[in-house]
């Protein structure tokens, strides 16, 4: 495992991460986040008990892991202000960001950097994670053992061999939380139209949601089998899945799945500068 890991940024994502390495037993101690606010830091460092610098260089010259946890946005400018630290420490860069490229990113860091890129999604922070990884070819086996160890330690890992899928990965579980707290949102708006109280109707989605991935991660039976358990003949679900499909629930996921992937494709080329 790495002696120390820093993260550069402490926003939703980096917390997230952070919040669910600590309770997997992870010491607080081994961890430095950083922020140029130190305003911003003070809640992370009182709750977490983890090491906080407003100095990116700083906290990168006592990493052997360092985790780019920063707006896609903002990469470029962070990445070139901590070049000279990363190029002494050298430690194992893990970027979280969207769309950057790993080659991309590497070049903003001065070159010649064991790279990996990570897509997680925000229920690391309750362990129940999933990120996909990606290393470049500077990655040693043990360098790639700790970035799955680290991310393991929040939720499930896929490495994948080619950076493209990173963009399907982002669609499938980095944003994808998002598409599950909409549905939540959209039952108990439908539940509370048919006469239950706000509260009641989101905590039998939640519930259910929670229930139906349950079983569908310990059943050997596939969801198309599962859903058709649920489906009694004539009876009432079959008039809802029926809806559904008729409303063409999945072409509208992946559409919306495309065009998550489309714009992961269109930062990475407006934010590397490639035409
Ligand atoms: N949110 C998500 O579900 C996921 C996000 N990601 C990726 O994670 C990354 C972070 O996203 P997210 O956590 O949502 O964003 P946030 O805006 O919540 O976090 C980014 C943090 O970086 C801080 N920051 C700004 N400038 C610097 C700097 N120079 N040095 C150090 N820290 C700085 C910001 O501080 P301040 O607010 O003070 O500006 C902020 O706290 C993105 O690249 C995103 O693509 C990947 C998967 C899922
Ligand atoms: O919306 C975003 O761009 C980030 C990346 C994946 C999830 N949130």
Known sequence: MANHITFIGAGNMASAIIGG??????????????????????????????????????????????????????????????????????????????????????????????????MPNTPSLVGYGASGLFANTRVSTE??????????????????DDEALLDAVTAVSGSAPAYFFLMFEAMEEAGVKMGLPAATARRLAIQTALGAATMAKQSDKDPATLKQNVMSPGGTTEQAIAHLEDANLRGTMEAAMQACAKRAQEMAKELSGTP
């Open 21 to 118: 390495l600590i309770d997997s037993g992870f010491s607080p101690s081994s961890i430095t986040a950083t922020s140029p606010d130190d305003a911003m830091l003070a809640p992370v460092r009182e709750r977490l008990g983890i090491h906080t610098d407003t100095d990116n260089n700083a906290a990168v010259s006592q990493a052997d892991v360092v985790v780019l946890a920063v707006k896609p946005q903002i990469m470029r400018q962070v990445c070139e202000a901590m070049r000279d630290s990363v190029q002494r420490q050298k430690p194992l860069i893990i970027s979280i960001a969207a769309g950057l490229d790993a080659d991309t990113i590497d070049g903003w860091l001065g070159g010649g950097n064991a790279l990996v890129r990570c």
């Open 143 to 160: 360098q790639r053992d700790i970035a799955t160890e680290l991310m393991e330690a929040v939720g499930i890992v896929e490495w994948v």
